[in-house]
């Protein structure tokens, strides 16, 4: 990844790392949806905590479009998409010795998520 110069550090602020956008991308979920979150590992930055991946969810809402700011921290683009809520079952996250009825929401892209 390149270095950022202390000089640019005020555009690249500016310019923000995972704004909303009003571009048209169409949603790949609603909620309701099951889902599970793909099981990637990245040399570098990426939104997906490792506790998450592989697991399964259900989308609670649909924030609209942002920029993915896996991919424009590495200066990979805006690549926009959906950012969605997606509820994890704390059972799913961390298997039986989960409190019962735990739950934790983690807001994430299309790029890390698929059908169920």
Known sequence: ???LEAG???????RGGS?????????????GDRVRTRNIHPTGH???PRYARDKPGIIDRDHG????PDAHAHGKGRQPQH?????F???ALWGPDANA???LYIDLWDDHLEPA
């Open 19 to 31: 704004a909303r956008v009003d571009e048209p991308v169409a949603a790949r979920f609603k909620a």
């Open 65 to 68: 479009v942002f920029i993915f």
């Open 8 to 14: 640019r550090v005020r555009e690249v602020l500016r």
């Open 101 to 103: 009825g735990s739950s």
């Open 1 to 3: 990844m390149p270095r």
């Open 83 to 87: 950012c969605y809520s997606v509820r």
């Open 89 to 91: 079952s704390g059972e």
């Open 46 to 48: 990426t939104r997906l």
